[in-house]
């Protein structure tokens, strides 16, 4: 079965800082998703990646996905408080979505 | 974007008793949405497929006769939680995937607790 490693699980990053937030399949992926969660509200849908190599950015997070398209990066630049939350990957390894699995999340604080 | 929308937010409910959960897609027409459990400080979990006028596809481990899904609209898609339990408490939330599109779009999620 597909598994997703995110890493860091917690990251607390003073405003103002550039992070990292790195999502590992066990698997070649189809699609790999990128949300931002408030721990018991909404996901809201950041970026698919699906091709190998791709990168997309959006405002301050730019997503990659490496060339085996197991391994994803998600990069935020010059961080925010705006920007804390969970932030999840979700992998879809049958490019139908029914099977989408996602990660653990990792958990951002951005102190002002 | 679009708008998938969940009623209610939270709900708490005795234990024994049944809760329904809807999720509505507002501007599109949904053939498949799916629901998601989430436990604190855990993953979400797909729980099942539900499909637009047939039977909803179930996880492995998720029991189909507790968690009724019914999918009778193309804008509507129901979680019946039955004979809930204080195990049941949880966070759900479902999602829909916009036709054509390949990205999904969440509901805000239902908190339930069962006293």
């Known amino acids: 079965s597909q598994e997703l490693e995110q890493s860091p699980q917690s990251l607390i990053v003073q405003e103002g800082k550039n992070l990292t937030i790195n999502c590992t399949s066990s698997k070649t992926l189809y699609g790999l998703y990128w949300y931002k969660q408030k721990y018991g509200e909404g996901l809201i849908f950041l970026m698919m990646l699906q091709k190998g190599g791709e990168e997309k950015s959006h405002e301050k997070i730019t997503a990659k996905l490496d060339e085996k398209k197991q391994q994803s990066s998600l990069h935020i630049t010059a961080s925010q408080p705006s920007h804390a939350g969970i932030y999840l990957c979700?992998?879809?390894?049958?490019?139908?979505?029914?099977?989408?699995?996602f990660g653990i999340g990792t958990k951002l604080q951005v102190i002002p | 974007g679009a708008v998938v929308s969940q009623h209610p937010s939270w709900v708490i409910c005795k234990s024994g008793t049944s809760v329904k959960i809807e999720c509505r897609s507002l501007d599109f027409q949904a053939t498949t949405m799916f629901w998601y459990r989430q436990f604190p400080k855990q993953s979400l979990m797909l729980m099942a497929t539900s499909n637009e006028g047939s039977k909803a596809t179930y996880e492995q481990g998720v029991e189909k006769d507790k968690f009724l899904i019914n999918h009778a609209s193309l804008t509507l898609s129901t979680l019946t939680v039955t004979s809930a339990h204080p195990e049941d408490s949880s966070f759900y939330i479902c999602?829909?995937?916009?036709?054509?599109?390949?990205?999904?779009?969440f509901g805000q999620g239902t908190r339930l607790t069962v006293v």
């Open positions: 999602s829909a995937i916009l036709p054509g599109r390949t990205e999904a779009f």
């Open positions: 979700g992998a879809d390894g049958s490019g139908g979505y029914q099977k989408v699995t």
